[in-house]
């Protein structure tokens, strides 16, 4: 029985030494992914002072806020839903891209910013600060929302960090989110592209949104679109000329002019037969292969320096598919970045031996 358990222990040592304890622990890393403490893809958990003496290639913030929808609330839970949405452990094999992204980008996840419930004001700005000291660590910062206000002060602080760099933004989302305001309130999940826009933050030319479709923004919405110089890509255009030539124009939309791009992702953008779990689902959205090979794509083609997906709400979601979507998003950025990494021939950074 001691033979068996060591032939199925998980070491490659067929003859280990006399004495050697058959119950010899994992590592954390290598345990299943419901097992032990709970990181994104079970990566180092990290503190901003750890991230900061690490410096990692990549870092996971959640941002826990759903104070500001205008539908269905719970986004809040998101974080925690995506970083659990995963049957993996260990050093992960990304079949696409035939990289094993851990073992060739140091990715920590550096917790949650420190938001409390009923003050949008305060949580925005605990997020910018995240994720401006995360971004100065050089890091990349990859957000978990959260409702998609939170887009505003992550964004926010990436342009801040860039600057004098101009930041350009890729959108995918079913809505435009650039409404003036959401029953006179200025930041709310409706409207964080417009302020965005106004702060000076992105200019209007170099904000391009992907896969809007349905019954929202109305026609002031995109008057002010129109007059602001944002670019869209309605779903009607991705059926006509599919999804790949339409994510390449918006990567050319996008880099008219900046030199670096951060990506938001609202998982409505998915159909919600894809994508149940979420506040506003809209019918006729993308297919998930349709944006994980977006996210590819643009990855491989741009300076990412930041990015998130937003409005995973796990109440509403079935058998957890939203949530593996939007953790799905992630690691195809994540894979995209190690890629390039060594097509790069720059020396790997495994996430797990540091």
């Known amino acids: 029985m001691a033979d068996e358990i060591r032939r199925h222990r998980g070491t490659n040592d067929e003859n280990p030494p006399v ?14 992914s419901y097992v032990g403490a709970l990181s994104f893809q079970k990566v180092p958990w990290l503190d901003d002072a750890g991230v900061a003496a690490r410096r990692p290639d990549v870092a996971i913030i959640g941002a826990p806020f759903d104070d500001a929808v205008s ?12 970083r659990a949405a995963t049957y993996h452990s260990g050093s992960v094999n990304a079949l696409q891209l035939g990289i094993q992204p851990l073992e060739w980008l140091d990715v920590v996840d550096a917790g949650d910013a420190p ?15 995240k994720v401006r000291t995360i971004a100065g660590s050089g890091a990349v910062p990859i957000v978990l929302g959260g409702d998609h206000s939170i887009t505003f002060p992550s964004a926010s602080a990436v342009a801040e960090h860039v600057a004098p760099r101009r930041l350009g933004i890729v959108h995918f989302d079913a809505h435009a989110d650039a409404a003036a305001t959401t029953w006179g309130v200025l930041r709310s999940h409706g409207t964080p592209m417009r302020r965005l826009v106004e702060s000076g933050a992105v200019a209007g030319r170099n904000f391009v949104q992907v896969g809007l479709r349905g ?51 609202d998982i409505d953008v998915l159909d919600p037969g894809m994508a149940p779990g979420t506040g506003t689902p809209e019918p006729g959205g993308l297919l998930t292969r349709e944006l994980l090979r977006a996210i590819r794509q643009i990855v491989a083609a741009v300076d990412l320096s930041g990015m998130d997906v937003v409005e995973v709400a796990p109440a509403y979601d079935v058998s957890e598919v939203t949530a593996a979507a ?29």
Do not use: Q
């Not at 004495?19 to 299943?32: I, N, W």
């Not at 938001?115 to 600060?129: D, K, L, Q």
């Open 19 to 32: 004495g050697a304890d058959p119950y010899l622990e994992f590592a954390d890393f290598d345990l299943p």
């Open 326 to 354: 939007a953790n799905r998003c992630v690691m195809e950025a994540i894979s995209a970045l190690a890629a390039k990494r060594r097509e790069r021939g720059e020396p790997a950074r495994r996430s797990f031996d540091r």
């Open 71 to 82: 539908h269905r609330p719970g986004a809040r839970f998101g974080p925690r839903a995506i």
């Open 215 to 265: 019954y929202w923004p109305p026609p002031e919405t995109m008057e002010w679109m129109a007059a602001n110089g944002l670019r869209y890509h309605l779903m009607t255009e991705i059926e006509e000329r599919g999804a790949e030539a339409v994510v390449a124009d918006a990567i050319a939309e996008a880099l008219d002019g900046p030199e670096v791009i951060y990506i938001s992702v």
């Open 115 to 129: 938001v409390v419930p009923a003050n949008i004001e305060r949580s925005h700005e605990v997020i910018r600060r």
